[in-house]
């Protein structure tokens, strides 16, 4: 067989193999990607309703934080039930407690403001205030936890075959974010022995 024969049938081979897996459902996660994909979503999303709150558009509002509520429900767990464990050995317990605070606090907001926007108007002053705590309390969050994919390359490939795992879990039971911390969240939280640092 010549070179290029060769070269061409491994290449059918290899591409046969990822469509094989692909069709099984096998492909696998990168669950680094996935965390930084989710994070430029959710970048996207909170900008779009810095400029609906900013245009006093309360529909359009509800409805970013309808879809926010959808993606950020199974990220948010994702973290607390598999991520920020395993990045606990670089960061530390403090550092996790209050990652968790922080998703408190985003929750507690999240809740206030479709509470707002169910009104149906944002008023000159709940525009300002409201764009000041998006900005302050919930964008922040993900300018920061996008940082932990610096420690990334130090997981072995066992540990981000679990996180893919876990994400594909986390993905597939969907529970949104208001809801999982309603019903999930806190008994998660005791069974793994984890407590929030509460944030002003
Ligand atoms: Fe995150």
Redesign the pocket.
Known sequence: MSYQIRYYVEKFKHNAVILIGEVLGMSKLDPIAE?RS??VK?RDMLLDLIDAVNKKDATKALEIMIRLDKITGP??RW?EEALYLVFERFFGRQYLEYLLGVHDRIIKRGRELVEILSKGEITDEQAKTLTDIIRTEVLS??IE??G?ALFAEKLTQEELDKLAESLKKAREEGVPLLEWAEKIKDAARRERGLKAKALA
């Open positions: 965390f989710d994070h959710v990220h948010f973290e969050h993900p936890c996008d932990i």
